[in-house]
């Protein structure tokens, strides 16, 4: 029997290269499979240019600020949101050819963002927007120096002036909190220049070797986060972004713990660990965990209600078959899982009481591999999970409202799907470099990129955006 991704012990591996069928939803761009595959490259794009609007980074030298343009940089690039557009070297491009008088943007001060905005002035006072437009860009951001705080200026070139204005005081390169604070600024900037939230400052946990890691979505900052000399597995974040659940594994049995991110202490799960407890997923309001119990009558789906750890509640019932994996609707309505009631595991979905279950992605009986690791998108529109396909597993996205599925991979073996909190991009397991590791797809425009060149990662569980002061100490 296999089960959902975050499962002790059930995983896969195989070597080859990637690809992509389809993506969902059906008014997105679609990509294709191809073997060549490069960091960062697009692969197989049917993509129709003007998409995406074009964003440049405007060069300054000696600003002292080269790791916080590079992060941003790179941030903005991740998002996938934009034609980044790189500008020869030397001084063929200046930030001021002449003089201009843009219009006035809303300024956003940050903590202690004071005497910035002269700064901020000369920044964006003299932008030779014509030429940029030229260029093709439709928003060109400065990074400057402001006195104690970081001036960022967000230049609409299409429009002539400053769209927005944020000024920021960071913490020192090298300390804990300046990657996430860097990463916070790409997110505002995202905000203002299309009105939708960025993903930079989130994380991503897995498991490797039996312990829990954290890592940056642009793959810096790897950490490990579990402390027990226990086999940790199952890890999953709670919508506030301020607490994760995983479970303990040791001789047959799993418990589960909650643990702070920001101070890293743990507290055991009530009622659980006398069995094997397994798949925790925390309900939108933070208050209950459902998660998977095995005993020798089989497996089935529970709650416990976390806040005042009290009220252990099944919402299965397997009589022969084994129900597991559960993950809760962003409305907290519904909850879809995992069911052998076919004979092979297939996604199911039943209302958060555990009333009206019933059969969620469809199959065909002798032709469908089992389906496992359902994930509900951040949006409530898709669950992703990973489907046997001819003996190898592959990632399906499967639409909540009109239950059509699609597959997105084909080529090697890709498993265990988690959303970002945009709902466009995905995290998983692949082995199409030759080995098993992390690597992230965003589903509008197909574009692949590895999260983590390491081998043996497992069970990913992407982060909602992180509130400050998330770190966790082991």
């Given amino acids: 029997m296999k089960t959902r991704r975050r499962f002790v012990g059930w995983s896969v591996s195989s070597a080859v290269a990637v690809g992509l069928l389809a993506v969902y939803p059906t008014n997105r761009l679609t990509a294709q499979d191809t073997s060549a595959i490069d960091r960062g490259v697009r692969i197989g794009i ?107 200026t967000l230049h609409d070139v299409a429009a002539g002036g400053v769209r927005r204005t944020i000024q920021a005081r960071l913490p020192p390169p090298g ?167 076919p004979g092979l595991p297939q996604l199911y979905v039943m209302a958060a009481d555990g009333t009206n279950q019933e059969l969620f992605a469809p199959f065909d009986y002798g032709v469908t591999g089992s389906s496992n690791a359902p994930e509900w998108s951040p949006d409530g529109q898709a669950v992703a999970f990973h489907r046997d396909v001819a003996g190898t597993l592959q990632v399906f996205v499967l639409d909540a409202r009109t239950r059509a599925v699609r597959q997105l991979t084909s080529v090697g073996r890709n498993e265990d799907p988690t959303w970002a909190p945009d709902s466009r991009h995905l995290a998983f397991v692949s082995d199409r470099s030759g080995y098993r590791q992390l690597w992230i797809i965003d589903l509008d425009t197909g574009r692949i990129r590895p999260l983590l060149q390491q081998s043996g990662a497992r069970l990913p569980a992407w982060s909602p955006r992180l509130p400050e002061a998330t770190s966790s100490t082991p």
């Avoid at 700064?119 to 400057?144: C, T």
């Avoid at 099944?314 to 022969?320: D, P, Q």
């Fill in 175 to 341: 300390e804990a909190a300046f990657r996430q604070a860097v990463h916070r600024v790409a997110d505002q900037v995202v905000q203002a220049a299309l009105g939708t939230p960025g993903i930079a400052a989130t994380r991503i946990l897995f498991v490797k070797d039996g312990k829990v890691y954290q890592i940056d979505q642009d793959g810096a900052e790897l950490k490990l986060v579990s402390a027990s000399n226990r086999q940790a597995m199952s890890p999953t974040w709670a919508a506030d972004g301020r607490r994760f659940a995983y479970m303990e594994f040791q001789a047959g049995r799993g418990q589960l713990f909650l643990q702070d991110m920001a101070t890293g202490t743990r507290t055991a799960v009530a009622t659980t660990g006398t069995a094997l407890d397994f798949t925790p997923a925390f309900s939108p309001d933070g208050q209950t965990l459902a998660f998977s119990r095995a005993t020798e009558e089989g497996t089935d789906v529970y709650t416990i209600n976390i806040k005042d750890n009290c009220c252990l509640r099944r919402l299965t019932v397997g009589r022969f078959s084994d129900n597991l994996s559960p993950t809760f609707s962003p409305d907290g309505q519904r909850v879809a899982f995992v069911s052998t009631r």
């Fill in 46 to 152: 049917i993509y129709r240019p003007g998409v995406r609007p074009g964003f440049v980074l405007l060069p300054r030298r000696g600003s002292g600020l080269d790791s916080v343009r590079a992060i941003i940089a790179r941030d903005l690039d991740y998002s996938d949101r934009f034609e980044v557009i790189t500008l020869p070297g030397g001084d063929s491009i200046r930030l001021a050819t002449r003089p201009t008088t843009p219009r006035t943007g809303a300024v956003a001060p940050a903590r202690g963002a004071g005497g910035a905005q002269g700064a901020a002035g000369a920044a964006s006072g003299a932008l030779n927007y014509p030429l940029y437009q030229a260029l093709g860009a439709d928003f060109a951001l400065d990074v400057a120096p402001g006195g104690d705080t970081t001036v960022v």
